[in-house]
């Protein structure tokens, strides 16, 4: 079956660090990719996708490059500012309509 | 424009009643999902509805409902509710049903008591 499993959090960090969430995949066939963000209070938000291997989808600093070979789609961000504070999800979708969620990372970014 | 609206914000139910909830797709987008994000995880697939016909199911059970209306809203029905359905519920659109891009609601927190 379809899963997606990434890293527990929480994950807290300095301003201006370095960011990888570890997001790791299993599916049937071949799925699309997407990081999504949910900031305190609001609805998740599309960040960035890839759909096919070796694909990177890039948004607002944030980077994952699509890699079958490893089933994975880390998350990275060179410089995290306080706004990025929020939880990211990983989420596959295979043919047919159904998204696949992991369990969300929380991340803080203390100034 | 205005991004997809869902109602209420907040709802607190005892066990074995009923609750209706809704949701209204952005203008123009035909395609409405509905997900259980219980706290702590990541959201769960309950159904997905595009114009007005069930085009997918997750795992849930048939206390678990939904339709779509003519103008693209729809409704979420929960029967006979227990502790466990306590959890945040969101709506995502799409303008198609394949449509890779959803867009999700604030989401409606339900709490059974």
């Known amino acids: 079956g379809n899963s997606v499993t990434q890293m527990e959090g929480p994950v807290t960090l300095s301003e201006e660090a370095f960011l990888t969430i570890n997001c790791t995949y299993t599916?049937?066939?071949?799925?699309?990719l997407f990081w999504y963000v949910q900031y305190p209070g609001e609805g998740l938000q599309l960040l960035l996708k890839?759909?096919?291997?070796?694909d990177k989808g890039s948004n607002k600093g944030f980077e994952a490059t699509y890699r079958k070979e490893t089933t994975s789609f880390h998350l990275e961000k060179g410089s995290v500012q306080v706004s990025d504070s929020a939880v990211y999800f990983c989420?596959?979708?295979?043919?047919?309509?159904?998204?696949?969620f992991g369990t969300g990372t929380s991340l803080t970014v203390i100034p | 424009d205005a991004g997809v609206t869902q109602s209420p914000t907040h709802l607190i139910k005892t066990r074995g009643q009923h609750v209706t909830l809704r949701c209204s797709p952005i203008?123009?987008?035909?395609?409405v999902s509905w997900y259980q994000q219980v706290l702590g995880q990541g959201p769960q697939f309950i159904f997905q509805?595009?114009?007005?016909?069930?085009?997918g199911r997750g795992n849930f059970p048939d206390r678990f409902s939904a339709r779509q209306f003519p103008n693209y809203s729809s409704e979420l029905n929960v029967n006979a509710l227990l502790l466990g359905d306590s959890a945040l519920y969101l709506c995502?659109?799409?303008?198609?049903?394949?449509?890779?891009?959803?867009?999700f609601g604030p989401g409606t927190r339900l709490l059974v008591l």
């Open positions: 890839a759909t096919k291997a070796d």
């Open positions: 995502a659109s799409s303008f198609l049903a394949g449509e890779e891009t959803q867009y």
């Open positions: 203008s123009g987008h035909k395609s």
């Open positions: 989420a596959l979708r295979e043919t047919g309509n159904q998204f696949y």
């Open positions: 599916a049937t066939g071949y799925p699309s």
């Open positions: 509805y595009y114009e007005k016909e069930e085009r």
